[in-house]
């Protein structure tokens, strides 16, 4: 064998070699998924040929049949993985097998903690990929040539997996990838034929590149002894070699589509469902598309990976093509087989093409439906609820079009429980709605505690009129996009005017009105005294056991959403609350009656007291504890 010239060795990124370590540790009980992970590249390398060949079929230099082999030397206990697809360049390698590109690394590997269980997890959900290798390699070759480059130009990598590599030159006839293992003495199961076959059928069967191992046949003489030198070798084909998608659904088990699915998403558990359409007539796709059972470690990076693999006539095309799911649907993994759309078609080509709108649409479509199917299955749709449930949340704002859609999906806490599952859909809400009662309630706040105690709820409880309860920092926009499900309007409990509709009958409101009369006084005495700092003053009937409360007008920008903005360092106008006031509560008779020099302290402590029971801050909290100690102290 031709050995590497010029040899050099490298540091790993300081990532990897982290990696690296809590990988091998981790994943011990799971080691066979390296082979999954080395065809799975492997396969890929070969569909990226085939791409790139459709513009130029030199590429495939005489050699167009593409395929993966797996071999083994059970004396020298070696693994080796080949396959005859694009291969690498010497940068290539470099980048590729001595740093990680993800973003979000850094943070990702901070969360790993070296609790075997855990962090086996949570690498599940970033990926290990080639670096799996070193679960059972001490030692690992890359042999490698980019197709269309000399054969000069070929490398060689070798690595210990232990903070260094050795990079060199080599003279390489094929191309396309060689991978060496060098098994650990406790890995050296895997150099077996019975082993790897299975492995191969277990993990490998729907890819459509065929994985080949050799078998090795000797003729024998009369005697039955085997004659020396007759040693034949042919290589078999040991997976199913078909793309999955392209199989009618009958014919494929569910175990065939989870298996699937851990090629497409390089994820290492079961998806929660999935859903695998062939349409033909206007437009022409096939499409298989996952729900995953976990979050991806960068669901919430701006830059993450997301979409799906795009075939055009089987011919792979790329990964991530994200242009065909909305943002809101970004944990969808799968495939997207089509004639709709050219074979040399680009990442930009993709932005303009009106074909991507309609398919993109129509996967919408497909993958709202599937989610609607989930949720007749309520603890399973619990768990996606509970893992991609705020992701969803960002959908009535992408897209009005499927806005009721959508709205059906969505999943609250609520009065009716008071729990922080958020497990009632806006349906079952609507099913418990009072007689007389019109709207959809809702309250938000920063936290689900502070919103189940929120005195805004007092005269619902009373009344027995069921509140959601929204703490997401989501909620609140999407909220702001969401005003009607089932025809009944949404409303915030803690702004406008509260109105419960033929709930409450003439004779409640006429004592209301009169009570109001009543207290106009007291409410205009309250006023001066706060000044500035309140737009308005009012006698209340929302509340039974709190003396005050705050109101924002109807259309003002929320307490949650303000302080999110702000955080953010967005500066708003500032703006008063309306401050409401239990006519019924002994602290307001104390008020009333109270003399003009603790008038003033009193009101300023019920105001601030309304603030602090929104989850609001307050300016000048000292002010209101020396307020408050005065009084105490009286
Ligand atoms: N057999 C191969 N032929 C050509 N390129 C390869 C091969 N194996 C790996 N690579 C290159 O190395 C890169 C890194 O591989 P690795 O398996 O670490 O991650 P990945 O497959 O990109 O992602 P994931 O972490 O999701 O598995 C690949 O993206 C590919 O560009």
């Given at each position: 064998m031709t050995t590497a010239t010029r040899e050099e060795t490298l540091g790993f990124q300081t990532e990897v070699k982290q990696l690296l370590h809590l990988m091998i540790n981790s994943l011990y009980s799971n080691r066979e998924i390296f082979l999954r992970e080395l065809i799975s590249n492997a396969a890929d390398a070969c569909d990226k040929l085939r791409y790139a060949a459709l513009d130029n079929d030199a590429l495939y230099e005489g050699d167009s049949e593409l395929r993966v082999e797996i071999e083994h030397d059970s004396d020298a206990g070696t693994v080796t993985v080949r396959d005859n697809g694009i291969g690498m360049s010497r940068d290539d390698v470099i980048a590729n097998l001595g740093t990680i590109a993800k973003s979000g690394t850094a943070e990702f590997l901070q969360q790993l903690s070296g609790e075997q269980q855990k962090d086996a997890?949570?690498?599940?959900?970033?990926g290990v990929g080639f670096y799996s290798s070193f679960i059972v390699a001490d030692e690992v070759t890359v042999r490698t040539r980019k197709a269309g480059l000399a054969a000069g130009e070929g490398v060689e990598w070798r690595s210990a997996g232990e903070g260094e590599f050795t990079i060199g030159e080599?003279?390489?006839?094929?191309?396309?990838?060689?991978?060496?293992?060098h098994l650990k003495e406790d890995a050296k199961e895997f150099a077996d034929d019975f082993r790897l076959q299975n492995l191969v059928r277990k993990y490998s069967d729907h890819i459509e590149v065929p994985v080949k191992m050799p078998r090795t046949e000797t003729a024998k003489d009369d005697d039955g002894n085997e004659v020396e030198g007759s040693e034949v070798t042919t290589w078999e084909t040991v997976n199913e070699a078909?793309?999955?998608w392209v199989r009618p659904k009958n014919e494929i088990s569910d175990d065939e589509y989870k298996a699937f699915y851990k090629h497409v998403s390089h994820d290492f558990s079961d998806p929660l469902t999935w859903s695998h359409n062939k349409v033909e007539g206007k437009l022409e796709y096939t499409s298989l598309l996952y729900v995953p059972g976990r979050a991806p470690f960068d669901l919430y990076e701006r830059d993450g990976a997301r979409g799906v693999k795009l075939y055009v006539q089987r011919v792979f095309i790329m990964d991530d093509a994200e242009q065909f799911l909305p943002l809101y649907l970004r944990f969808i993994k799968g495939v997207l087989d089509t004639r709709d759309l050219s074979l040399n078609v680009s990442r930009e080509i993709l932005q303009q093409d009106p074909q991507v709108e309609k398919i993109k649409s129509a996967l919408t479509k497909r993958s709202l439906d599937m989610l609607k199917k989930l949720s007749k299955d309520a603890e399973t749709y619990q768990t996606f609820w509970n893992t991609f449930g705020s992701v969803l949340k960002e959908g009535p704002g992408e897209d009005p079009g499927n806005r009721e859609n959508i709205a059906g999906l969505l999943r609250f806490s609520s009065t009716h429980t008071d729990s922080a599952t958020q497990d009632q859909s806006l349906a079952d809400y609507v099913e418990r709605m009072k007689e007389g009662q019109q709207k959809i309630y809702y309250i938000v706040a920063d936290g689900f505690n502070a919103a189940k105690s929120s005195p805004h709820l007092e005269i619902f409880r009373k009344k027995g009129i069921e509140v959601l309860l929204l703490s997401d920092r989501i909620d609140e926009w999407l909220m702001s996009h969401l005003t009607e499900f089932d025809g009944k309007s949404l409303t915030d409990v803690a702004k406008g005017e509260l109105d419960l509709g033929d709930v409450e009958d003439e004779e409640e409101k006429k004592a209301q009105e009169e009570t109001a009369r009543d207290k106009e006084d007291l409410v205009k005495r309250v006023q001066e005294a706060l000044g500035e700092s309140?737009?308005?003053?009012?006698?209340?009937?929302?509340?039974?056991?709190?003396?005050?409360?705050?109101?924002?007008?109807e259309h003002e920008m929320g307490f949650q959403m303000r302080r999110i903005m702000e955080a953010a360092g967005q500066p708003l106008p500032e703006v008063k609350p309306i401050l409401e006031l239990n006519p019924g509560h002994a602290l307001v008779n104390r008020l009333e009656n109270a003399d003009e020099a603790s008038f003033s302290d009193l009101a300023h402590i019920l105001l601030d007291q309304a603030i602090i029971a929104e989850g609001g801050h307050l300016e000048d909290p000292a002010a209101y504890v020396k307020r408050l100690n005065g009084v105490l102290t009286a």
């Open positions: 997890n949570l690498i599940g959900q970033f080599l003279e390489r006839e094929a191309h396309g990838t060689e991978i060496v293992l078909t793309a999955l309140v737009q308005e003053v009012k006698v209340t009937h929302r509340l039974t056991d709190s003396p005050a409360c705050v109101v924002l007008p």
